[in-house]
């Protein structure tokens, strides 16, 4: 049982919208910055967002994440079928002293 | 390009020890602006954080794992690694190194750079 909460699987059509939900506490997304990552099986985890709206260099602006209280979300726009993915959250959680992360949402591009 | 590499024994048997390298190239251990670690992913589960470190040696740990758990760096090869003692099944996972970087809370927890990984098994 992941501490952060996200939906198992999304999915929308090419070139539509999609947004990921990652639901916590006040321990953790309540009170401290959030990542968004992106794993392609076979290949290494992307780092997509960082505190909870900032995308690194070479990230589109397709990708983008907000927080209210403690929910986070990423939407992704103009979705492509390279987008199909597993997408987590992660942030500290001041309670348990530990990094934690989401339980992972698929994503599918129909 | 920063490039993490996961090395180490795939099959660990129960209650012996668990050790994994991660060789960083293209980029310095060293660097004063990271740190450096340590996440799992059990089969169906989700990621979990097992430690993090700096070149300096100075460690923090998962506190559910930290009994278990050492993390070293040898900066002179570029690698730092992980040692997980008496393993059991529930320790079956894919294993990944990442850097970290410093979020604007100054919490070194950004994993800006993965490794793709390594499976390890643990099996009589």
């Known amino acids: 049982q992941s501490v952060l909460t996200q939906p198992p699987s999304v999915s929308a059509a090419p070139g539509q919208k999609v947004t990921i939900s990652c639901s916590g506490s006040s321990s953790n997304i309540g009170n401290n910055y959030l990542s968004w990552y992106q794993h392609l099986p076979g290949t290494a985890h992307k780092l997509l967002i960082y505190d909870n709206n900032k995308r690194p260099s070479g990230i589109p602006d397709r990708f983008s994440g907000s927080k209210s209280g403690t929910s986070a979300t990423l939407g992704i726009t103009g979705l492509q079928t390279g987008d199909e993915a597993d997408y987590y959250c992660g942030t500290w959680d001041s309670s348990l002293s530990a990094w934690v992360f989401g339980g992972g949402t698929k994503l599918t591009v129909l | 390009q920063l490039q993490l590499q996961e090395s180490g024994p795939g099959l660990v048997k129960p209650s012996e020890t668990l050790s994994l390298t991660c060789s960083v190239s293209g980029g310095s251990i060293s660097s004063s602006s990271h740190y450096w670690g340590w996440i799992r992913q059990p089969p169906g589960k989700g990621l979990e954080w097992i430690g993090s470190l700096y070149y300096s040696g100075s460690t923090y740990y998962n506190p559910s794992l930290k009994s278990r758990v050492t993390i070293s760096v040898d900066t002179s090869k570029n690698q730092f690694s992980l040692r997980l003692s008496s393993v059991t099944a529930a320790d079956t996972a894919v294993y990944y190194c990442?850097?970290?970087?410093?979020?604007?809370?100054?919490?070194?927890?950004?994993?800006?750079?993965w490794g793709q990984g390594t499976l390890v098994t643990v099996s009589s």
């Open positions: 990442a850097r970290l970087s410093a979020d604007s809370s100054g919490y070194y927890g950004i994993k800006d750079s």
